[in-house]
């Protein structure tokens, strides 16, 4: 556990004069807090009571210089205006040691925010594909904030107690240690008692903790899931259902408070017999002569300023624990291997020509469970390839490996006759469009998503490419055009039109090389054609491939793929592979038995028409 | 942000009203028995001090032969009595909380299961769970501490200020100056922490979502190779949250020795003239150092008065959130008259048994929002057991239809029939209970395979279930999986693709066995073997069942015996697959291009 904590100290070490300000102003800060009450009490001894005889010490020369006894109790303003002032110092320092920290602790806070966020920008694929995003979500924002929680009150309440007790309890002892000494006679008790019960209630703070998300995903669920409930009229099931989450989050949030108002209450009783104790001894010894009534007085005010702040340090210290969950969780993110860069990266130019080749590649996402095995093809540039093939065949793969979100592990995939390894991934990346399965828009407005990877467009150009993925016209049915925010605050979009925004954004990149992931699913087969037809005029150049299950996409290409296995199964024009028995003449089979069904239709429909042919 | 203001807290008095009306006047018992605890923990606290008054006042005028066990034994006896009715009111306080907790959700929760889904339509999913989670908390959290804190700390004030005053009413009213200006640095304060604060929180909320998009649009922003301008633009906003979070701080490091100031301007002045009257022998030096104690102890119910008033202020912002939400009426509910007869025939069960022979769309427009219909004078009846196929462009109305057979809208002129009856005269629960719906974008729940499927018909029997699965020919595929039908579903059924989803919500439809089935685009994502595969076992799923598909798929729409070609909320060609060819118009145009 401990090296988790490395990042913190390295963050803390470069803010050092911030800290070491923030300790001193707070040492100082103590020591007017303790000065209050003995302003009072050298009040009380020295000047109100009328016997008092004046003592050779430091005390003495303080009053002889601000005019001795007798001018002081004439005018005991000076007294007044004394604790006013110390109370004054007292509080500026304690918002010094706050500026010191806040600022120290913030901008330590701006790093790791700032370094996380980097650094889930340049994880490999490879991490995503096996974390919960929820979870990871978490630990960028509410470990962040428990962390925070933990520098900006614990540490500093920790701090404040810890400096308040080293910087007072000498003062006390000097002024009298039996007195001391009875003071803290049941702050032990206190201090271990509250770190017991928060220790042990530790448990049930994390049962609330789970019984309040379990509700959470309830409501969640339910709400976004309102149409499949409605659909089958199952809100009665869905209100037991929520009521079993209810009724436990409230029977042990409540028992949760029962513990805690056991604690309260029995360490309420200690603290007040900690007083108690002080003003019944104190007085006792006040009447015997061992101590003045000022020292008894003072005495009285160190030791509720010292109990009640105690009593609290059980459950800071408690607290901690999380603070040390929480930052090894955001550790575990920080600590993994970003996307690997080649040493010395070949220079691609400007514009690739787009000839992709793979030879002999193999991959799997599991070593024990390889998805590509030993495939090999080639594509020339601005050939147009459709790949097929049966789920789990290999196909997005692939393109991934090509997309290098995934390192290949045997073989090798050249682009341009040139090696991928040796190659700097962002230029691969902006040398080639590609489409994922799942389009993915971002919470801005229209305009801003399509000129997403391509940000100084024209405006010209983002319309251009919008007509051509046949969105144009949907978008400017929006109210506001082009400014639509879509998203969870904004519009939101059916599964094809998010298709074609994500189209021409890619569109706008004009890539050399060009990837559609069954990116037309969504889309109806009529506009499918519209936008294949104007990749073809405009795009015409560029290297396309297809992934697609729909044969019309297959009508489309100059050649196409069919991947079995991990491996290149058939490889050839429509036509010849239609000739040859395999996946491709099934496919065929299933859509041309649609389409006899469909001539037999015709026959019916037009029987006179018959005889013509 | 004008709702959160100072001046808005008591005027929206129906807010508090209507609260206290449904929440707290339920618990009536415990709510007086809390104020009258706090009274007496605040009474017991003031008294403390009077005891220590005069144990000092005992042992100037007695010295040595002060007699003190008295006074050991009456603060012994207060702290035992203190200690147990903190006990007491943490536990009824909390008990309050809890309770209206759980009511405020109970309410919120089953209320949003009678709205419509045109409410839905205005409202994102993650708005309404703040108003579940976070504000059903907020409220119940501020208003029981909240009332325990301002019933203890007036009395223990009051109690405070009454001792003050028969000791000494000069010195006394001296000393309450500082209360006004102690309230009005706080209220002051808190203000302007609240309004820093929620700065803070809305900053913290927008880096959030830009985490949640650097993380799930990671590999989008990979391939864009945007990774250096999203973290140009992140690091402005965490620039932003620096910036916000230090003024945050500051503000509340700056009340904390403000409020102190003022209190220590009353302890220097019950010094100054307390001490002048002790030294004149007017005082005892006990009531002195009553006083001096008791000037500090104003400040303490001062602040948890300041704090509980902005804390309201908050609680109002929320609580106007969640009463708006309850008091939305829903648009799409039983008649009254209509509720109130199945009340005394207690017919509803009966019903369900009632079995549909027509339905029929009588004159019906609609439209989501005004002057934009979607549906225009729609008219078509539809005899029980056939199958309709809806045809046409996106946004032509085609799902629109369907949901106005589900009821999830109403029409807004015109009617829709069921055996020659309006539907808004027929229960809404029957006419639910009997549909089957599969969507496009399928929804399942977190729990196992089996219970997603069970969801259609929660007494089905496994066998039931299989057999629904296996229609639907998504059984293989679970039983390949490591815990076949036990399987857990993620959240969000993120460990399955939308095809899978998709057969799953299709098996769930069927074991519901409706008498009227629905299906929007329910096989889109499935791949085109399996998508074979179903047609074929699909003419037994709808035997005997009114269905409405809508689909690109024409091999889906063929059979259909009615199939309609909407345009613009209105039927454009009617009949069935040869006879609409035969008509050589939209459809055959339609049919034309599925093979090129």
Redo the contacts between chains.
């Keep these: 556990m401990p090296h988790h904590n490395q990042i913190l100290v390295t963050l803390i070490k470069t803010r050092k004069v911030s800290y070491a300000f923030s300790i001193l102003t707070l040492v100082l800060a103590s020591f007017f807090a303790f000065t209050i009450p003995y302003i009072g009490k050298i009040s009380i001894d020295r000047i109100i009571d009328q016997n008092a005889e004046p003592q050779a010490d430091y005390v003495q020369s303080v009053i002889d210089f601000l005019g001795g006894k007798s001018y002081l109790s004439e005018n005991l303003w000076i007294s007044g205006g004394l604790i006013l002032l110390t109370t004054g110092l007292y509080g500026l320092f304690m918002y010094l040691k706050d500026y010191f920290s806040a600022s120290a602790c913030e901008s330590l806070l701006r790093e790791l925010r700032n370094r996380l966020f980097h650094q889930i920008q340049h994880l490999p694929n490879t991490f995503y594909s096996g974390v919960d995003t929820g979870d990871l979500l978490q630990r960028c924002t509410s470990d962040i904030d428990t962390l925070r929680e933990f520098l900006t009150h614990q540490v500093m309440n920790l701090g404040r107690i810890v400096i308040l007790v080293i910087v007072v309890v000498p003062l006390m002892l000097i002024q009298d240690v039996k007195m001391t000494l009875i003071s803290l006679m049941l702050v032990p008790l206190v201090v271990i008692y509250a770190l017991h019960f928060f220790g042990k209630i530790k448990i049930i703070f994390r049962k609330v903790d789970e019984a309040e998300g379990e509700l959470t995903t309830i409501v969640q669920e339910n709400l976004t899931g309102i149409r499949v409930v409605r659909a089958f009229a199952r809100q009665d099931f869905e209100n037991m259902k929520f009521e079993n989450k209810n009724k436990k989050y409230r029977d042990l949030n409540y028992q949760l408070i029962q513990l805690l108002s056991r604690f309260w209450s029995i360490s309420d009783l200690m603290c007040f017999s900690q007083v108690g104790l002080v003003l019944i001894a104190g007085s006792w010894m006040v009447g015997q002569e061992m101590i003045t009534m000022g020292t008894f007085f003072a005495f009285l005010i160190y030791t509720s300023m010292l109990i009640w702040p105690l009593r609290e340090l059980g459950k800071e210290l408690n607290e901690t624990g999380k603070a040390v969950v929480a930052i090894g969780r955001i550790h575990e993110i920080l600590e993994q291997e970003p996307e690997l860069q080649p040493q010395k990266a070949l220079k691609l130019p400007q514009r690739i020509k787009g000839e992709i080749e793979f030879r002999n590649v193999s991959f799997g996402y599991d070593p024990e469970d390889m998805i590509l095995r030993n495939l090999s093809f080639k594509i020339r540039a601005g050939e147009t390839v459709a790949i097929l093939g049966p789920t789990g065949s290999g196909k997005s793969t692939l393109i991934q490996l090509l997309l290098r979100l995934y390192d290949y592990q045997q073989g090798s995939i050249l682009l341009d006759n040139q090696e991928l390894k040796k190659m700097n991934r962002s230029e691969i990346r902006s040398q080639i469009g590609t489409l994922l399965q799942e389009p993915y828009l971002f919470n801005r407005t229209l305009g801003e998503n399509i000129k997403f990877g391509k940000k100084d467009a024209s405006d010209q150009a983002m319309v251009e490419s919008a007509k051509m993925a046949s969105i144009h016209q949907t978008i400017l049915a929006f109210e506001h055009g082009y400014k639509t925010v879509i998203g969870e605050r904004g519009v939101s979009l059916s599964g094809g039109q998010r298709q074609r925004v994500t189209l021409s954004r890619t569109f706008l990149k004009e890539p050399p090389i060009l990837i559609l992931d069954d990116t037309l699913s969504a889309v109806d087969t009529k506009t499918e054609q519209k936008i294949l037809e104007a990749m073809r005029e405009k795009h015409g150049h560029s290297t396309t491939l297809m992934i697609t299950h729909r044969i019309s996409c297959c009508l489309q290409s100059d050649r196409i793929l069919v991947l079995k296995d991990g491996t290149l199964d058939q490889e050839g024009t429509h036509e010849s592979l239609l000739r040859v028995p395999g996946f491709y003449q099934e496919l065929w089979n299933i859509q041309m038995g649609q389409k006899e069904d469909f001539q037999l239709d015709l026959q019916k429909s037009f029987p006179r028409s018959l005889p013509k042919e | 942000m004008s709702e959160f203001q100072t001046a808005s807290l008591f005027e929206n008095k129906g807010v508090w009203k209507q609260l206290f009306v449904m929440f707290l006047l339920p618990q009536k018992k415990r709510f007086l028995l809390l104020i009258a605890v706090a009274v007496i923990v605040a009474g017991i606290e003031a008294t403390?001090t009077i005891?220590?008054k005069l144990?000092?006042d005992?042992?100037?005028t007695?010295?040595?032969?002060?007699y003190?066990l008295q006074?050991?034994f009456i603060?012994?006896g207060?702290?035992?009595s203190?200690?147990?009715s903190?006990?007491?009111f943490?536990?009824l306080a909390?008990?309050l909380s809890?309770?209206m907790?759980?009511h405020l959700?109970?309410q919120s929760?089953?209320h949003?299961?009678?709205l419509s889904?045109s409410f839905?339509d205005r409202h994102?999913?993650?708005w309404?769970?703040a108003r579940?989670?976070s504000d059903c908390e907020r409220i119940a959290r501020i208003i029981a501490w909240g009332t325990l804190d301002l019933f203890w700390a007036g009395p223990m004030l009051l109690g405070a200020l009454m001792v003050l005053l028969v000791l000494n009413w000069k010195l006394a009213l001296t000393v309450m100056g500082i209360i006004p200006v102690l309230l009005v640095v706080s209220l002051y304060f808190k203000n302007l922490i609240l309004e820093s604060s929620r700065r803070v929180r809305r900053t913290?909320s927008l880096?959030?979502?830009?985490?949640?998009?650097?993380?799930?649009?990671?590999?989008?922003?990979?391939?864009?190779?945007?990774?250096q301008?999203?973290?140009d633009e992140?690091?402005v906003s965490?620039?932003e949250?620096?910036g916000y979070?230090?003024t945050n701080?500051?503000q509340?490091?700056?009340y904390?020795?403000?409020v102190?100031?003022t209190a220590?301007?009353g302890?220097?002045?019950?010094?100054?003239?307390g001490?002048?009257y002790?030294?004149g022998g007017l005082m005892t030096?006990g009531t002195?150092?009553a006083f001096?104690?008791y000037t500090?102890d104003f400040s303490e119910p001062l602040l948890h008065i300041a704090e509980v008033l902005t804390n309201l202020q908050q609680a109002q912002a929320c609580a106007e959130r969640i009463l708006g939400l309850l008091n939305v009426a829903p648009e799409i509910k039983d008649s009254a008259e209509l509720t109130e007869q199945m009340r005394r025939s207690k017919t509803e069960h009966v019903k369900n048994n009632l079995r549909i022979k027509e339905i029929e769309f009588k004159n019906t427009f609609f439209a989501y929002k005004q002057d934009q219909p979607v549906l225009k004078d729609f008219n078509i009846k539809i005899p029980a057991g056939k199958t309709i196929a809806l045809v046409g462009?996106?946004g032509s109305g085609k799902s629109t239809i369907a949901n106005l057979i589900?009821r999830?809208y109403e029409p807004t002129k015109g009617e829709i029939l069921i055996n020659g009856i309006d539907y808004r005269k027929r229960s809404l629960?029957w006419l639910?209970?009997n549909?089957?719906?599969v969507?496009?974008?399928p929804?399942?729940?977190?729990g196992t395979i089996e219970s997603n499927i069970q969801?259609?018909n929660?007494t089905a029997s496994k066998q039931e279930i299989v057999d629904a699965a296996k229609m639907v020919h998504v059984h293989d595929l679970i039983m390949a999986m490591e815990n076949g039908y036990k399987t857990e579903v993620e959240?969000?059924g993120s460990n399955f693709?939308t095809g899978q989803k998709q057969l799953l919500?299709f098996a769930?439809?069927i074991l519901?066995d409706p008498q009227i089935f629905v299906m929007d685009e329910a096989t889109?994502?499935v791949?085109?073997?399996t998508e074979?595969l179903i047609q074929k076992g699909l003419s037994k799923v709808l035997e005997n069942r009114t269905s409405f598909i809508i689909a690109?798929r024409?091999?889906t729409i063929?059979s259909a015996d009615t199939i309609l070609v909407i345009e613009e909320g209105e039927i454009k060609e009617q009949g069935k697959?040869?006879?609409l060819?035969?008509l050589k118009g939209k459809y055959h145009d339609?049919?034309q291009?599925?093979?090129?």
């Design positions: 403390f005891v220590t144990v000092i005992e042992v100037v007695h010295g040595k032969d002060a003190l006074y050991a603060y012994f207060l702290t035992v203190i200690s147990v903190v006990f007491i943490i536990l909390g008990r809890t309770e907790m759980y959700r109970k929760f089953e949003l299961q009678k889904f839905y994102s999913v993650g309404l769970l579940i989670t913290n880096l959030t979502a830009t985490y949640n998009e650097g993380i799930t649009g990671s590999q989008t922003s990979k391939i864009l190779v945007r990774e301008e999203n973290f992140f690091k965490s620039e949250m620096h979070s230090i701080t500051l509340a490091s700056a904390f020795p403000l102190i100031v220590s301007i302890t220097g002045v019950a010094l100054w003239i001490g002048e002790v030294i030096l002195l150092i001096i104690t500090r462009p996106t589900c999830f629960k639910q209970s549909l089957g719906i969507l496009q974008t929804f399942l729940f977190s969801y259609g929660l959240e969000g693709s919500s769930r439809a519901a889109s994502a791949d085109t073997h074979h690109h024409l091999s063929r697959h040869e006879e060819l035969q339609l049919y291009t599925q093979f090129i």
